[in-house]
């Protein structure tokens, strides 16, 4: 019961937080920093991180369920435990690179309201992504 929950966590912030997070820096965050290298693939990189986090997130759905529907998360912990340590430390990677290159990087070349528009748009776009958000209104 403790791995299936722990796992079911891991899931649901997945579901509810970063997936939706990465769907709104994609439509606002990635669009500004393009701007700034004044070329439209600028995030190219953060991008194909963000297609092999959602896959990853994928993979570990599909096992999380198998391990379920078997009543045996033990039974699929070598299948688990890779996904969740390589989750783990892709995203983390992922988030410290953007903190990093992409943050300074706007703080530099934008303007403070700039700056507010794209954090209020992140959090518009990303509360909208979550599921069961309804279409045009923004979850809370």
């Known amino acids: 019961r403790v791995a299936t929950a722990a796992i079911d966590s891991a899931r649901e912030y997945l579901d509810q937080v970063l997936l939706p ?3 709104a820096e994609e439509l606002t965050l ?3 920093v393009n701007g ?5 693939e600028g995030c190219e990189v953060m991008s194909v991180q963000h297609r092999a986090i959602r896959a990853m997130a994928g ?4 096992v999380a369920d198998a391990a379920r529907t078997a009543d045996d998360p033990k ?3 070598r299948y688990l435990l890779p996904l969740l340590y390589g989750l783990y430390a892709l ?3 992922h ?3 953007e903190d990093e290159a992409y943050l300074p990087l706007l703080d530099e070349q934008l303007s403070e309201s700039q700056i507010q528009v794209i954090v209020t748009n992140i959090g518009r776009v990303s509360a909208s992504s979550m599921p069961g958000a309804q279409p045009g209104r923004a979850a809370h």
């Open 21 to 23: 997070a990465l769907n």
């Open 30 to 32: 990635f669009i500004a």
């Open 36 to 40: 700034v290298f004044s070329h439209p």
């Open 59 to 62: 993979d570990l759905g599909k």
């Open 75 to 77: 039974a699929y912990e």
């Open 91 to 93: 995203i983390r990677t």
């Open 95 to 97: 988030l410290e690179s």
